[in-house]
């Protein structure tokens, strides 16, 4: 009998889905938008009886840690507060464990207008021809991604209660439209994005926001002014923040959150960019809407040499531990996660060489505290 108390139950893992486009009509789903993806499907998507995920729920069923929902493990295991602990508390009242859809995670097209130096070309659509320049290859290119959104037939969208979008930059797309259009109880509906902030929403769209129950927008911002534009490349710091300006009272149901993607290269730049959002964005609380995840792929911070991470430790003991629920999570990934298989530096030099940037002079103090190691 499963323990609903028990660390090992997550509501998504029984009503909770994430869709993401494979190319070609196909598609990967999971829990969540975090946990670990299915091989790619091409049926008609059964919520209930779907092999996939009714082994993540025989794993909680049977009160084990599912391995595909690593990613929360791994916080709550460096003393964070995981999406799944989140969850336990916004999905309080379902916490059945028949499989019923509440939660719908959604893709939207890889169609961005970023180069963001933590993603790549299979979520970002400008990637495409750097990635093909730096020899990465440009795995589900756009070219072959179907614009169709025929992924979400066959599931009842009618008990939602919670829809997120990633992308790509959701609202560049129309993706996100066509889903809350068809939802009947929108005003039941906790809408959610994450978005880079360089589009202001379209007037249809915030009518359509104006239903929802809430929306709330996490905001891409790992960096302020010149640091921004170098990790979001192309886009442009005042435009940005014109556009936090003006949503910040756009709509009496919306609430703006920040999230900090933080691997080595911005470990520095995490105060500074909480004060900028703590001056900047009305009715701001830094302790609940400032959100800091951990980067993967090149510039993950298990890459940082001795001498670096050791300053890494020093800046973040500067940041109110007590004040962010991230705070001790984040020190313990510096301290613990260690890997000296891959060079960064080779990474950003590469970078500079094809977009014309310079990460010595935008990043000084990480240039300064990286001398040591070399
Ligand atoms: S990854 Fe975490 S939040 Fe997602 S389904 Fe698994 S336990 Fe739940």
Known sequence: MIDTNSKTYCPLIFHGIYVERAGNGAY???????????????????????????????????????????????????????????????????????????SLDYNTLPICNAKCIICGPYFSSAWIQDAQLLKLGSRGAITIID???????????????SVYFNGGEPLLTNDHVTILTQLQNINEVAVS??????????????QLWSKAKEVTLSLSIDGINEQFEYIRNPLIWKQVSDNIAKLNNCLPNLKINIAYTVGLHNVFGLRECINWCNTNIDKFDVATQFHVHTANGKLDIKFAGRELRKSFLNELSLIDNNKFYWGTSLKN????TVDPSNNWMDYLYSLDKIRNTNWETTFVELYENSLNDR
């Open 333 to 336: 990934y510096v301290r613990s």
């Open 147 to 161: 614009k169709e959104q025929n992924q979400l037939d066959g599931l009842d969208l009618t008990q939602l209660k």
């Open 193 to 206: 994005y994450n978005i880079n902030g360089s589009c202001y929403p379209t007037e249809d769209v915030l």
């Open 28 to 102: 990967q789903i999971a829990p969540c938008c975090i946990s670990k993806k299915s091989q790619v499907l091409t049926q008609t998507i059964d919520f209930v009886n779907n092999r996939y995920l009714n082994v993540i729920r025989t794993a909680a069923n049977n009160n084990v840690r599912a391995p595909q929902c690593q990613s929360c493990w791994v916080v709550e295991d460096n003393g964070g507060e995981s999406r799944r602990q989140v969850y336990m508390d916004r999905f309080k009242e379902n916490q059945a464990t028949t499989p019923e859809l509440i």
